[in-house]
């Protein structure tokens, strides 16, 4: 018996993109802070709070009731019709349900459009930084990830004019980004909408936290501006919940045929009951009395956790206010590391994630995401201040 | 306004795997089939009459009752541990739930394999001829795929050995195969489990029918006799439903690290309240109790067939008797075109896949697929007489 079955020559010959895949750095920090008690700003984890519960169950009971041989069978690959006319309806620009595609998160649409629009060496453009998720989704399609410069508004469009030659498309995620939290303005999304048309760059717009808005919606998506040139991906776990596993994209009718070819390969299609129990959860208008309570939730929770670190934090700390979404962004005094920061924070029992794992390449060391959605207020309190203690220890090094 | 977004330099230019996507053949002959009034014999899709809703209905509720907040949340991409660990316990060999990885239906567990073995242009040998999904799943990798000879009792070995040199691996379905229902022999699972481990061969098993046999249970899976050369795939689809979207794959744990990374980057997890609905349905033995009746009304649906075969069929037609799982292979005649009946057989209102799909290359024209599982005994007597009346109106050109 071998104890390492890829030394055995023959066997098992990874592919050249598994032998760069390397574990997740959030995947292995979220193991470090399974720690029982720890308080975690880490995770992006919606609060179980928001989960329509009984909704849900009124739902699935339903479906089984008087639709379950259709629920329960193989489905098109494009997804249920009912839930795609909804997603399409909603959109605030004027959609066609047939250019709605069901995915399985949507996560599965960024491994769809890497599957069909990178080749290996393809120049694909992100923010700085950007979202992890995107850049693992897309890694194995093997692009040349370039870091286009970025401010509190969003992509810096001169770094852009000199970066766009060539690639593929622009991956951006203009609301309450993840991970900064940070919202692009009015003015950048025209100019960015404008430059990207000019130049024949195709933007990929990632949309899972604009409906978690503060006191105002953000401004309109750039595929409203551009729908031929846009690909808008969003989704059902923020609103609703993770564990069904749903989201959706929208693509120019001359694209999607490809992406439901790659969606058909990857899985057949996303499950059938749950796009039904998702549907049926939705038809009253639900959503416009939920979502309401999240955002005011995690107003609540986010203004706790600036108001801790207000109080907390030492001096040389510095962080944002999002308008909206799940993230603060947070920086450490000079000289500091968050990476080096983490084993010292989960010793007091609070965890966070680094932000240099949010960049394509050269993260800045200093920063950190901090979630404010999964925690309580109670914990939030707690936590800020057992971090704020952290930093204030490891400065004294 | 473009009509051909893909014509505009510029935009969306595809990477090189999506230039050479095209509609699947099934996929454009199952729209023809949707036909009111049809009785299709294409689909594989298992009948609605074996899906446990009842049990369903209960275990969503139950769910949600006593594990709502887990289910809706985000979880880890290797599965849920008590799914996990009924695989495990469930397979005829040792293997460790740390080896099974919950996939979003066995689909994505060919997609997986594909990014995690597949390089552009790397051999992978797959049966003669072979399951279509399979080609579908591995194509956006770019593989060379080879087909090996196989008769009646699967693979050829003299064929395989004059082909494996250099080979990732060779896809194997070895029980009531799709499209073919045969099932690979004892003796032949023998010497190709020995002829591959002596050729350093990994072999990729794939078994969504195993459970569904008539009279005796198949063979013991390759997997079993050399388990750290095999990746073996299996399936809920079929023993409860395939609206659920649900398989797993059991990978050597060398290998297993890569293909979780590739899980994660592809839609982060399967559905966690999907999991734990199956889990809670199979808890008490459930399977056991349910998957004999499937076999049994299979079995029956399956006589019917061929009885009405044997009573319709005009002379040179011939097909095969496979001991379980869901699909019938015939022949057309010498000079016939499975492709070219398949529009005279909607015609009479009954559908069936011409074999050429299934193919890697070099299609046998006469051959199609028959499923018994999806029309009722009564709707397979009406569909196999129209059918046989449309192979003679054909002959007859």
């Known amino acids: 018996m071998s104890l390492n079955l890829l030394d055995q020559p023959g066997f098992w010959q990874l592919a050249a993109r598994a032998e760069k895949m390397n574990p997740s750095v959030i995947r292995e920090i979220l193991k470090v802070t399974e720690k029982p008690g720890i308080i975690s700003f880490a995770g992006g984890l919606p ?29 098109a690959s494009e997804g249920y019709g009912p839930l795609r006319e909804m997603v399409a309806a909603a959109l605030p620009w004027p959609a066609d349900a047939a250019q ?45 990830v370039v870091s286009v410069q970025s401010d509190d508004e969003g992509v810096v469009i001169d770094d852009l004019e000199r970066k766009a030659k060539g690639a593929r498309f622009l991956y951006v995620l203009p609301n309450f980004q993840n991970p900064t939290g940070r919202t ?35 401004p309109a998506p750039m595929t409203a501006r551009n729908p031929d040139g846009c690909v808008y991906l969003g989704s059902f776990s923020k609103v609703l919940a993770p564990g069904l596993r749903l989201g959706y994209l929208v693509a120019p009718k001359g694209l999607y045929p490809k992406l ?60 944002n206010t999002p308008a909206g979404g799940m993230f603060l962004w947070a920086r450490l005094p000079e000289g500091m590391d968050a990476v080096r ?18 960049y394509a390449d050269h993260g800045d060391p200093r920063t950190l995401r901090l979630s404010f959605v999964t925690a309580s207020v109670d914990e939030i309190r707690i936590g800020v201040a057992a971090l704020a203690q952290a930093i204030r220890l490891a400065g004294q090094k």
């Open 47 to 75: 609060s179980p709070k928001t989960f329509p519960v009984a909704e849900f169950a009124a739902a699935c009971a339903k479906v089984l009731r008087e639709d379950a041989h259709a629920s329960l069978q193989y489905a």
């Open 100 to 144: 709605v595609l069901i995915t399985t998160g949507s996560q599965q649409g960024l491994d769809l459009l890497a599957k069909v629009l990178i080749d290996e060496g393809s120049r694909i453009l992100v923010e700085t930084p950007t979202y992890l998720g995107a850049l693992q989704a897309f890694a194995p399609m093997q692009p040349e």
């Open 184 to 218: 692009m303005t009015e003015a950048r999304r025209a100019a960015l909408s404008g430059r990207a048309a000019a130049l024949g760059l195709p933007l990929v717009e990632d949309n899972p936290y604009g409906d978690l808005w503060f006191d105002a919606p953000p």
């Open 260 to 319: 439901l070819q790659a969606k058909q390969a990857a899985d057949l299609h996303s499950a059938g009951f749950n796009q039904r129990v998702v549907a049926e959860v939705m038809a009253d208008g639900f959503l416009e009395r939920h979502v309401p309570s999240i955002r005011a939730l995690y107003k609540s929770q986010q203004g706790a956790m600036l108001a801790a670190m207000r109080e907390h934090m030492p001096a040389g700390v510095s962080w």
């Open 341 to 358: 920061l983490l084993p010292r924070a989960v010793e007091h029992n609070v965890a966070f994630v680094p932000g240099a794992a949010f």
